[in-house]
């Protein structure tokens, strides 16, 4: 009987040790950026992602060296569409937005994001009926990837006044995942004695979306897992109104990203490059002579 306790024994430490390394090795071989950021991606972020346009010289070299560091780690791959460089950087920025304030945070939860033309289906078609899917993080054989409809990816940047955006809302799922479950309750984020106050809170604004009395999106009364996902999209895209239409909701989210958006959020859009403006890097020069030049 001691020698089969002992076999166990070993089988436990073995199995013990090997899911240690697993996790050290996935850590070990989270690639850095060596190259510089693409002048081109750069120009991205600054005609389309207010969030960056909004942080000083260098926050966004922060940014960008996050965007960069998840571009080199993440597949991102299209299905049944082409996937370009405008793609690749929304969906990057979208990944980094909720994390920013976290500078050693890395999803290795997923390995790669499936860009799909439009809305899916529960059987991921993108034809036929119950089209309604518009982002969606992966489980059982799908563990590891994201599913996101590139119309919505686009539109979560164009529109700066809907309060959603698709692919920062299943990026929250991955957030709230990281401590093994999907709970709207982020472990890895929100202190302790923020979680009570939090589930509580979460209840009673359910509460008022059933009852009609919200400007939440309505998808956030499904349970407190859509909730968490919808009101971030709200934080980060209109925290000021959040703030003063749900003053401790907000105050709670602070305390959650650790970002205080509403005085950060100054520039209410996303702004355009001509080749004589100043170039967005901050070097002084112009564009055409720095981050444009051909």
């Keep these: 009987m001691e020698k089969i306790y002992n076999l166990l024994f070993i089988v436990f430490v073995i199995t013990l040790f090997i899911y240690i390394w697993k996790k050290l090795n996935i850590r070990n071989f989270w690639k850095k950026p060596i190259k510089p950021f693409p002048a081109s991606w750069r120009k991205i972020l600054f005609e389309n992602v207010i969030f960056y346009n909004n942080l000083n010289p260098e926050e966004k070299q922060q940014f960008e060296f996050k965007v960069h560091e998840f571009l080199i780690n993440c597949i991102i791959t299209g299905v049944e569409t082409e996937v370009n460089e405008y793609d690749r950087v929304l969906v990057a920025a979208s990944a ?4 920013f304030a976290f500078p050693n945070w890395q999803y290795f939860n997923l390995k790669e994001v499936l860009l799909y033309p439009n809305l899916f289906n529960e ?3 993108t034809n036929g009926e119950k ?3 518009a982002g969606m993080v992966g489980t059982g054989y799908m ?9 919505a990816l686009h539109h979560g940047f164009r529109n700066e006044s809907d309060k959603k955006n698709t692919a920062i809302h299943e990026f929250v799922h991955l ?3 990281a401590d093994g479950n999907i709970d709207g309750i982020p472990a890895f984020l929100l202190e302790k004695q923020y979680t009570i106050p939090w589930i509580d809170l979460i209840q009673k604004k359910i509460e008022e979306i059933y009852e009609g009395q919200s400007d939440i999106n309505p998808y956030g009364a499904t349970n407190k897992t859509e909730f968490f996902a919808v009101i971030s999209e709200y934080f980060f895209e209109r925290p000021k109104l959040l703030n003063q239409k749900h003053p401790k909701l907000y105050t709670l989210l602070e305390e959650i990203f650790n970002q205080k958006m509403a005085k950060k959020q100054k520039k209410s859009s996303s702004l355009e490059i001509n080749r004589n403006d100043p170039c967005p890097c901050g070097s002084g020069k112009k564009y055409k002579h720095c981050c444009g030049k051909i």
């Design 96 to 99: 980094i937005i909720p994390i």
């Design 143 to 151: 563990e590891g990837k994201m599913i996101l409809s590139k119309q």
């Design 175 to 177: 957030i709230d995942k």
């Design 123 to 125: 059987e991921f078609n």
């Design 131 to 133: 089209r309604s899917i």
